[in-house]
C-alpha cells in the first residue's frame, strides 16, 4: 500500500521515526502537497471553495491557476469579498494528518528537521524519535496587521527568560523564542490588511519569501521554511493608512483581483447563506422573496449613489446586517402583540436603518445628508427600482390619466384621506388599515394574480403605495411610531416630511423623507 493510501485512523498508530520510514513517507512541501490536493478534486470533480459564490468565472479559476504554479497570494479587494473566507478554505486543500518531530516547535518534519530541538532528538533517539501527527486545522496560521505588529511577534526574538531558565548564553540559538511565522512552518500563514503593516515589518518578509533565511538579533540562522502564505489588502488608493512596499510586493507570485456579486441572485444566495436565522425566527416570521431582492438592491443602489465613497465599497455584509435587522423588526411585532406568526412588511425593511448606516463611508455630500438619510434614500430607490419588476411603470400613465391603474389609488389620497401604517399594528389592524384604499387590492390582483395567501396579497398591497410614493403619486413620512401616506400636494403645504424652504430635489418629494 502507498504512503497516500493509508488511511487517517491506521497513520496514527505509527508512533516512531523507523515506523514512518517503513511505511514509505517521503517528505513534501506544503505548496505541492495543496497542489496534488487541487488536481484531484478537480479530477474528480469535487467542488473546491464551497460556499463561495459570485466568483466561479473569475476568482477561483485565477486561484486554482496560483496553486498550481505554487504560488504566494494576495487577494486584493474591497471590503466584504470574502478574502478571509476564501484563505480558510485552503485548509481543505491540506492532507488530513501530516508527521511531525513530538514535542518540536516548528512542526519539524521528521526526515527533514529545521529545529535544534529536533536535530538533537533524532540524533539522540535515531528511528526511536517520537512522532506526533498535525491535523490540517492547526496548520492555519492568520494574523491581522495593526501597527503595532513587530519583527518579534512575526519571526521572533532573543528569550532572556528562556536564556536563565536553561541557563545559556544569548550566543545560543536554543534562547530564540520563535515567532508566528517559523511556528506556522509546514502551513498556511495569512496577514489580513497587509497594507497595515510597517514598511519596515514588511521588509522583514523579504527573506522569507524568497531566499528562505530568517535573522534573529544577529543570530545567523538558515530556516528554509515551508510556508503558502496569503495575503489580503484593499486598493491602495483606498487605504490612506499604508501601501505594500514595492519589494515585497514583487516577491508575491499572483495578485488575485476580487470583486462584489454582479447580480441580485448571487447576493442573495450570500446573503441566506450567511445571516443568522435562528430557527425559532423562521417559525414566527414569513416572508415573500421580494424582501430579498429589496435587502440586496439596497447594496448596488450604494454602490452607485454619488453620496457613499465608492472607494471604500459596499461589504455584503451590509445586505446580512439589513436582512437580519428585517426579519427581527417583524419578530419583535409578533412579540408585542402576543402572536403566533407573522409576515414581513416594507416597513419591516425600512426599519432596518441602523444596520445600513455603520455600513457605508460616505463622501462629503453624504455627510451633509447624514447617515439616517442617506440610508433612507437607498431604500427608497431600492423600493423604485423593484417596483418596476411586479408592476407598470407609474410615470407612463402621467399623460393618459384615463388609462392610469393607479388613478383611484392617488385621487383617495387627494380628497384628504390619510393612510397610517404603524410599525406595531397587529395583522388585523395593518389589514384593516390597508383595505381602506380603494382599488388598491384589485391593482394587486390584476398585476400580481399568483399569489399564494392572503399575507402575501397584503404585503404587496403595502409594496404599492411604497412605490407610488417613490414615483410622486402621494408622499410618505415619517411618524415616530411608524409612515404615513397622503397626497403629495397636502404633504407639502402641511410641512410633512420636509421643509418647503429645503433645496430638495426630486426623489425627497417621493419618499418624503
Known amino acids: 500500500m502507498l504512503y497516500s ?26 505548496k505541492e502537497e495543496l497542489r496534488a490536493n487541487l488536481i484531484k478534486k478537480l479530477s474528480s470533480g469535487e467542488e473546491v471553495f464551497p460556499g463561495i459564490y459570485g466568483y466561479e468565472e473569475t476568482v477561483i479559476p485565477d486561484l486554482q491557476r496560483a496553486i498550481l504554479s505554487r504560488h504566494h497570494i494576495n487577494l486584493l479587494g474591497l471590503r466584504g469579498q470574502a478574502k478571509t473566507r476564501i484563505a480558510r478554505l485552503l485548509i481543505q486543500l491540506l492532507d488530513e494528518l501530516v508527521p511531525v518531530v ?4 516548528l512542526n519539524d518534519d521528521p526526515l527533514q528537521p529545521l529545529s535544534r530541538f529536533a536535530k538533537d532528538q533524532i540524533a539522540q533517539h535515531g528511528d526511536d524519535t517520537p512522532i506526533a501527527w498535525l491535523p490540517r486545522e492547526e496548520r492555519y496560521t492568520e494574523k491581522l496587521a495593526t501597527p503595532d505588529v513587530s519583527v518579534a511577534d512575526l519571526i521572533g526574538d532573543a528569550d532572556p527568560i528562556k536564556a536563565a531558565t536553561l541557563k545559556l548564553p544569548y550566543s545560543d540559538e536554543r534562547v530564540i523564542h520563535f515567532g508566528l511565522i517559523p511556528r506556522a512552518h509546514r502551513g498556511i500563514f495569512v496577514i489580513n490588511e497587509l497594507p497595515d503593516l510597517q514598511a519596515r515589518i514588511q521588509v522583514s518578509l523579504f527573506n522569507i519569501l524568497q531566499e528562505g533565511d530568517i535573522q534573529i538579533r544577529g543570530f545567523k540562522i538558515r530556516l528554509p521554511l515551508d510556508i503558502q502564505f496569503v495575503f489580503t489588502a484593499n486598493p491602495e488608493d483606498y487605504t490612506n493608512r499604508g501601501s505594500i512596499v514595492t519589494p515585497l510586493k514583487d516577491r508575491i507570485d499572483s495578485q488575485i483581483i476580487t470583486h462584489y456579486p454582479k447580480s441580485i441572485e448571487i447576493g442573495k444566495r450570500i446573503t441566506k447563506q450567511e445571516a ?39 461589504s455584503a455584509r451590509l445586505t446580512i446586517s439589513a436582512y437580519e435587522s428585517v426579519v427581527s423588526a417583524a419578530e419583535r411585532r409578533v412579540l408585542v402583540n402576543a402572536e403566533a406568526q407573522s409576515h414581513v412588511r416594507v416597513a419591516d425593511f425600512l426599519a432596518a436603518v441602523p444596520a445600513v448606516t455603520g455600513k457605508v463611508e460616505l463622501v462629503y455630500e ?32 402621467k399623460k393618459q390619466k384615463d388609462k392610469n391603474p393607479y388613478k383611484k389609488i392617488s385621487d383617495w389620497f387627494s380628497d384628504g384621506h390619510t393612510l397610517d401604517l404603524l410599525n406595531d399594528a397587529s395583522d388585523a389592524e395593518y389589514k ?34 411604497h412605490g407610488l410614493a417613490e414615483y410622486s403619486l402621494i408622499s410618505r413620512n415619517r411618524l415616530s411610531a411608524g409612515l404615513q401616506f397622503k397626497d403629495l400636494l397636502s404633504s407639502m403645504f402641511s410641512g410633512g416630511g420636509f421643509s418647503l424652504e429645503d433645496d430638495e430635489d426630486e426623489d425627497d418629494l417621493r419618499g418624503g423623507f
Open 5 to 30: 493510501d493509508i488511511p487517517a485512523a491506521q497513520l496514527q498508530k505509527i508512533k516512531t521515526l523507523g515506523q514512518l520510514k517503513a511505511a514509505g513517507y517521503e517528505p513534501q512541501t506544503v
Open 102 to 105: 513530538a514535542g518540536s516547535e
Open 276 to 314: 443568522r436565522i435562528v430557527s425559532a425566527q423562521q417559525e414566527r416570521v414569513k416572508g415573500h422573496e421580494l424582501i430579498h431582492d429589496l435587502v440586496e438592491q439596497i447594496a448596488f443602489e450604494a454602490r452607485e449613489s454619488e453620496y457613499v465613497d465608492a472607494k471604500s465599497g459596499v
Open 366 to 397: 453624504g455627510e451633509q445628508e447624514g447617515a439616517g438619510g442617506v440610508a433612507y434614500r437607498l431604500m427608497g430607490k431600492a423600493i423604485r427600482t423593484q417596483f418596476l419588476n411586479y408592476f407598470p411603470d407609474p410615470d407612463k400613465f
Open 432 to 465: 384593516r388599515a390597508l383595505n381602506q384604499v380603494p382599488d388598491l387590492s384589485e391593482v394587486v390582483k390584476h398585476f400580481q394574480p399568483k399569489l399564494k395567501d392572503e399575507a402575501e396579497h397584503l404585503f404587496f398591497m403595502e409594496f404599492c403605495l
